[in-house]
């Protein structure tokens, strides 16, 4: 499979287009970006020794804060960094469409409002 960033916004695609259409009627103004690597402000502020180690990141107000009396300020973002979803892919051999569904789920589980911890114990009883 190749790994131009169109190809890689595809698999975002199609990943997306397996979520449950309950779940996904509540993410249709979240939009979904594919960058290279986390910025730098996003590696400092989460305190990553590497760009790496970020695969994945949910930027907004989740469902749970939000009212409907509330202007939002900015739009809601899941970004997919692909060079460390690819290396993780390389490292683990594991498919890069698996891993990015992962990761794409694994960010709608925070626009839900979703920890980490909800998350893992979700997969585990799954």
């Known amino acids: 499979m190749s790994d131009a960033p169109d190809t890689f916004e595809d698999l975002a695609h199609a990943a997306f287009a397996t979520i449950p259409g309950e779940l996904a009627a509540h ?3 979240v939009v979904i970006r594919i960058e290279e690597f986390p ?22 107000l989740s469902l749970d804060l939000k009212s409907v009396s509330q202007t939002p300020e900015n739009v809601d973002m899941i970004f997919l960094y692909r060079r460390p979803i690819l290396a993780y892919c390389e490292d683990t051999g594991e498919d890069v469409a ?15 409002g979703f920890s980490d911890a909800d998350m893992e114990r979700i997969e585990g009883e799954g």
């Open 27 to 29: 993410v249709t103004d």
């Open 39 to 60: 910025d730098d402000e996003i590696c400092r502020d989460m305190g990553l020794g590497s760009p790496y180690e970020l695969l994945g990141l949910y930027h907004g």
């Open 98 to 112: 698996h891993a990015v569904r992962h990761v794409l789920i694994h960010e709608i589980g925070h626009h839900f």
